[in-house]
């Protein structure tokens, strides 16, 4: 039976495709190893997963900080130790990364052990992790039209993001009804992505009397470190209640996706790929202090496939007119689900899967390094 070894922790937006993918490798009798970080939110979500082996190495986000870099090269260190002993004692067939602060010292301990190596990369502009190991990759998963320098034409298959089983398009009001919200109407969802977008919490606080009084209903998903959990109700300018949610986190994503009208949302790639995946229209406020601003590059491919109305954050103050001119015109909404319709096509998590096998058969296990770690 086959191996993976697959290096997918740090945020949600690498740790979900990293399971995705683990469940259709698993459905054709292969064995998942996921190497995670040991930050809450991989906790949080590999806790709904307890099928998987979780292995949790030592790590930190890059930072140009002195102190934080001095944190960020010993940890790297730490790490690259730690995998390369983990590495050598599990002798996966494929070590597959998925970017982020894991991947070099995953991907080191690859090479120096003999493995074949996999890299994912969502981000229409890929991230520092994936443009320094890209010329040690056997295969280089890319999103589509995106072309990365150094790397041989045949390595690189244009394949997209893999997607959870859990994230699944229902009915809106089947979904309202699993999140156990009794309420009717427009229902506004704003997502800040795994860490929490402190400004689209603040934009909902400050609006939510305006928005009220139009009759929107909204859920708000601060991240775990961005706020408290409650629900507060308001009457509309007809009499109707409607209620505003804050929740830390969820991990019924598919089911706060499916229950919205309109999501309001930060631009990572993954929250893209599930709304595509449960076809919600949306409109996308990038982080513009993503590395190489990388979200505007995803929010405005997306935009142009006719998925979501794109505002940047120094526009933030038109981010109202917005929403009230979209979620109210049911037509335009319903055009906007039919272009992610046509987007939803490609099931990248089983053509990766499949791809990963053949890889298996064009690269027959290596001899293994001799190398000597200090225990």
């Known amino acids: 039976m086959s191996t993976f070894v697959i290096s997918c922790g740090g945020t949600g937006g690498h740790l979900a495709p990293g399971i995705a993918l683990a469940e259709h490798l698993t459905d054709r009798g292969y064995r998942c190893l996921l190497i995670v970080s040991r930050k809450e939110v991989d906790s949080r979500l590999a806790r709904a997963y307890p099928q998987y082996e979780f292995v ?34 599990q002798q996966p067939d494929v070590v597959v990364a998925f970017g982020g602060f894991l991947s070099p ?3 080191l301990a690859a090479v120096l052990v003999g493995c074949p190596i996999a890299l994912h990369e969502a981000n229409r502009k890929p991230g520092k992790a994936t443009m320094m190991l890209r010329r040690l990759a056997d295969r280089m998963y890319l999103p589509e039209g995106v072309i990365l320098g150094g790397v041989q034409p045949q390595v690189v298959k244009h394949l997209g993001f893999p997607i959870r089983r859990a ?19 427009k229902l506004l969802v704003i997502i800040g992505g795994s860490q929490g977008a402190k400004l689209l919490n603040d934009w909902v606080r400050e609006r939510f009397d305006a928005l009220a009084s139009e009759g929107i209903n909204v859920l708000c998903l601060t991240g775990l470190h961005n706020g408290s959990r409650g629900v507060f109700e308001h009457c509309s300018a007809t009499g109707d209640c409607v209620q505003v949610s804050f929740l830390p986190f969820s991990d019924q994503m598919g089911d706060v996706l499916s229950s919205a ?19 919600v229209p949306a409109i996308l406020v990038p982080y513009p202090y993503a590395s190489d601003n990388h979200q505007l590059a995803n929010a405005r491919f997306h935009e142009q496939q006719g998925g979501c109305i794109l505002v940047e954050q120094e526009r933030i103050n038109e981010l109202y007119n917005e929403v009230i001119d ?14 992610l319709r046509r987007s939803s096509r490609l099931k990248s998590g089983a053509a990766i899967a499949g791809d990963l096998e053949r ?17």
């Open 56 to 89: 949790r190495a030592p790590g930190s986000a890059f930072s140009l900080r002195p102190v934080r870099l001095v944190s960020f090269l010993l940890h790297q260190c730490e790490s690259l130790l730690f995998c390369i002993r983990y590495v050598r004692r």
């Open 105 to 107: 010292a995953v991907v």
């Open 167 to 185: 994230i699944k398009r229902l009915p809106k009001d089947a979904a309202r009804q699993k999140l156990g919200m009794n309420i009717s109407g």
């Open 261 to 279: 009208d309109l999501v309001v949302s930060r631009a990572g790639a993954g929250t893209i790929a599930e709304l595509i995946e449960c076809r």
């Open 326 to 339: 979209l979620i109210f015109n049911d037509w335009l909404l319903e055009k906007f689900r039919q272009n």
């Open 359 to 375: 890889l298996t058969l064009e690269f027959p296990k290596r001899a293994r390094s001799e190398i000597e770690i200090p225990a």
